[in-house]
């Protein structure tokens, strides 16, 4: 699976939309765009996922390139609870029971 | 729905003993089930993958005779931490799949595992 490159860390205002960028040089052509979170003590919580198009859920929406190199998860409008780490994943296809492999993803915080 | 329980969340024991970890996919039935380690302030790490029936893939470094892992029936995995030392103290979180499910996993909420 391609690896993956984000920021460690970024600052949001609450109510402001959160870009999170993710850089995925190395994708080919039948790995998915995905995006977890992780609240502390938790475990992690899908959010979205995508081929090429943008996507959008009720959580957030996945902007990716079109030469699919990099994505930018945006989070609307940021409350308090969207504090966080974000991890960008990239890996082949839905329906697929392959492994997950994390890095060391984008710790949002959410300030009031 | 495809919720994925885990037992105990917290749990503290003395140096020597073994552990046992349960994780249920509450609601599907987890053809593949993933453990993960996670220390403080570091991401998840892959320990093993687990088909029902079949033996745990477990990635390298990570011994295998000293975690055992089941996954006998499609909704119960477990994961037993045995002759525990300090040193495997962390946070262990499990995941489930079934075949033609979007999302890739569906996490537990994790065990804190403290080893005195």
């Known amino acids: 699976d391609a690896k993956t490159t984000q920021p460690t860390s970024m600052d949001c205002a609450e109510g402001r939309a959160a870009n999170l960028p993710c850089n995925h040089s190395?994708?080919?052509?039948?790995?998915?765009v995905y995006w977890y979170r992780q609240i502390h003590s938790q475990g992690p919580q899908y959010i979205i996922h995508?081929?090429?198009n943008n996507e959008t859920n009720e959580m957030a929406s996945l902007i990716i390139t079109e030469d699919r190199k990099s994505s930018t998860l945006i989070l609307p409008h940021a409350t308090l609870r969207d504090t966080a780490v974000y991890y960008c994943?990239?890996?082949?296809?839905?329906?697929?029971?392959?492994?997950?492999?994390f890095g060391q993803g984008t710790t949002l915080q959410v300030k009031p | 729905g495809a919720v994925v329980s885990q037992h105990p969340s917290w749990v503290i024991c003395k140096s020597g003993t073994s552990v046992k970890i349960e994780c249920r996919s509450l609601?599907?039935?987890?053809?593949?089930m993933f453990w993960y380690r996670q220390f403080p302030k570091q991401s998840l790490m892959l320990m093993a993958t687990?088909?029902?029936?079949?033996?745990?893939?477990?990635e390298q470094g990570v011994e295998k005779d000293k975690f055992l892992i089941n996954h006998a029936s499609l909704t119960l995995s477990t994961l037993t931490v045995t002759s525990a030392h300090p040193e495997d103290s962390s946070f262990y979180i499990c995941?489930?799949?079934?075949?033609?499910?979007?999302?890739?996993?569906?996490f537990g909420d994790g065990t804190r595992l403290s080893i005195l």
């Open positions: 995941s489930a799949t079934g075949t033609g499910f979007v999302q890739p996993q569906h």
């Open positions: 994943i990239v890996r082949v296809a839905p329906g697929n029971t392959g492994k997950l492999i």
């Open positions: 609601d599907f039935q987890a053809t593949t």
């Open positions: 687990s088909n029902e029936g079949s033996k745990a893939t477990y």
């Open positions: 190395t994708i080919s052509g039948n790995e998915y």
């Open positions: 995508g081929l090429k």
